[in-house]
């Protein structure tokens, strides 16, 4: 999916600076069965991207951006 910058102080806005246009995460999906994934690993942002609730990560202990969908 794309993303957008909520502001221009937001991590999107500077990696788009930083690197240019292109992938700035993964967020995985549910199984098809509807079974979420779950993790032994506390999420820790919880935001909405079009309307589908997603569990981050801590990016700064992790390197990079990785959620997964609730």
């Known amino acids: ?7 221009a102080q937001s991590w999107v806005a500077r990696r788009i600076v930083q690197f240019g246009e ?4 993964f967020v995985l999906g549910k199984r098809l069965d509807g079974v979420a994934r779950r993790s032994a690993y506390q999420a820790a942002v919880k935001t909405r991207w079009f309307g589908v609730p997603i569990s981050w ?14």
């Open 1 to 7: 999916m794309l993303a957008e910058p909520s502001d």
């Open 22 to 25: 292109g992938p700035c995460a």
């Open 57 to 70: 990560f801590d990016s700064a202990k992790l390197g990079w951006h990785l959620g997964f969908e609730d």
